[in-house]
């Protein structure tokens, strides 16, 4: 079993970066595939990227594609870096595990097994 923990979300001014991530306690992030969603407020809960347990496929949300990359630092911490934020990008960021996923990121919230607690992402304009 892996418990996700994200951390690094915060405040951050639109056209700005924010960089949260994502570590595992229990196994290690690498025996998962691991997915970024975000939740803002009054809407439901959405994918924007996934990375496959090697690391080496990667998924974006036609919406934020332009705008993030998610690299796999080590075994056990998967980075969402994100730029040209704007305030509609505000969000709780969740960073979620599926050990039933072989290798492609699942977009749905079905597929994911294991979740954090979330960290916010504000925008201000």
């Known amino acids: 079993q892996v418990q996700p923990v994200e951390f690094g979300g915060g405040l951050v001014q639109a056209g700005g970066s924010s960089r949260p991530s994502c570590a595992a306690l229990?196994?290690?992030?690498?025996?998962?595939?691991t997915g970024w969603f975000r939740q803002a407020p009054g809407k439901e809960r959405e994918f924007v990227a996934g990375?496959?347990?090697?690391?080496?496929?990667t998924y974006y949300a036609d919406a934020v594609k332009d705008q993030l990359t998610i690299p796999r630092n080590g075994k056990n911490t998967v980075r969402l870096q994100m730029s040209s934020l704007k305030p509609e990008d505000t969000a709780i960021y969740y960073c979620?595990?599926?050990?039933?996923?072989?290798?492609?990121?699942?977009?749905?919230?079905?597929?994911?097994?294991?979740w954090g607690q979330g960290t916010q992402v504000t925008v201000s304009s």
């Open positions: 229990g196994r290690t992030l690498n025996s998962n595939v």
């Open positions: 979620a595990a599926s050990p039933r996923l072989t290798e492609a990121p699942g977009t749905a919230l079905f597929e994911y097994d294991y």
């Open positions: 990375i496959s347990r090697s690391g080496g496929s």
